[in-house]
């Protein structure tokens, strides 16, 4: 604190080039979608707990599924990576505030309810706010990530997330924010799975150059994805159920704090395909992980993305088959869209 002013004034040095600080700050702007994982968690939990009412405080405690991630992809770039100095301190680092920050919120926090059309206005926004953080974040390392994420990727989210829509399992008519016309899934969802491939696969193309044994499997390295952003996905979707961002179809029981058993296999079965197929096109034209992409190699992907959704709909039908079997509320639902689109084409 300076006798002049008053003010509290960190000394320079925190700062300096090769401080802690300095260190702290580049690896949080390059690696910023990891850290993602830490802010994503710790701003859910403070709206679980401030912004519904009542409080969501049955889900504080899923904080721990995104966390888990920011924690294991620092440590194991701490222990791993060249070039990092205070590799314990980092260590210690990202423990410290994945368990302090959640301590802290749950201890001090204060009610402040959003509810209603206002908390689903808020969920789309942030939806943008994110995508443009990744963009950004994509444009910094390699302007053709971009179009690998905004372009195939979003590609195939728009698919996905107008797909289930169509075949009923579940509805998005109150996020009315940012709806376009002929589509019923509005922009912001079909962004989120831009936003969550891109996460996912930063985390795991990092861990790739750590662990070579994951680089050497396609397989793995898919199912790693899907692993990721599907422990994101248990802590925003019953978040986003509660707050009524989508309305699941009746018959579909709830499985995880409001949310069916049906949406998580649908998200490892959509998101493990695609990412297999990003790696077997990485391997085609011999690059690396996180390496510029050809537009060669931008075009094969996306003229991959119907197979691809092929073979996503035939993971999650045979999964939720064996795990429901031929009656259940899964298949049923398969069966009333069947009906309805052979009404349709029959009818004209």
Request: contains cysteine; proline residues 6%.
């Amino acid at each position: 604190m300076t006798l002049r002013t008053g003010e509290i004034e960190l000394p320079r040095q925190a700062w300096a080039a090769d401080s802690f600080g300095a260190q702290l700050r580049s690896e949080v702007v390059s690696q910023f979608p990891v850290w993602t994982f830490l802010i994503y968690g710790l701003l859910l939990l403070n709206c679980a707990l401030t912004n519904f009412d009542p409080p969501q405080s049955a889900t504080a405690w899923t904080v721990i599924f995104p966390l888990s991630v920011f924690v294991l992809m620092v440590s194991a770039r701490a222990l791993r990576a060249p070039f990092i100095a205070n590799r314990l301190l980092l260590v210690l680092f990202a423990v410290g505030v994945s368990v302090v920050f959640p301590i802290l919120n749950l201890a001090f926090h204060r009610p402040s309810p959003v509810q209603g059309p206002t908390l689903l206005v808020f969920y789309e926004l942030s939806n943008f706010l994110w995508a443009g953080l990744m963009m950004w974040h994509a444009a910094s390392q390699k302007r053709q990530h971009v179009a690998l994420f905004f372009g195939s990727a979003f590609l195939y989210g728009l698919c996905l997330e107008n797909g289930g829509i169509w075949l009923g399992f579940f509805d998005e008519s109150l996020l009315n924010l940012s709806h376009i016309p002929g589509l019923p899934a509005p922009m912001a969802t079909m962004l989120g799975w831009s936003v969550v491939l891109y996460m996912g696969t930063f985390v795991v193309w990092r861990l790739r150059e750590y662990f070579p044994l994951l680089r050497s499997s396609r397989a793995l390295s898919a199912v790693l994805v899907a692993t990721v952003a599907t422990l994101l996905d248990l802590q925003i979707d019953p978040l986003a159920t509660a707050a009524g961002a989508w309305v699941w179809h009746s018959s579909l029981p709830p499985f995880f704090h409001g949310v069916p058993l049906l949406n998580f296999v649908a998200w490892m079965s959509a998101i493990t395909p695609f990412s297999y197929a990003m790696f077997r096109v990485q391997d085609e034209f011999r690059q690396r992980d996180g390496s510029r992409w050809s537009n060669a190699a931008l075009w094969r992907l996306a003229s991959l993305v119907p197979f691809v959704l092929l073979m996503a709909l035939i993971c999650f039908a045979g999964t939720m088959y064996l795990i429901e079997g031929a009656n259940g509320p899964t298949w049923n639902i398969f069966y009333e869209a069947s009906h309805r689109i052979l009404t349709l084409v029959t009818t004209r």
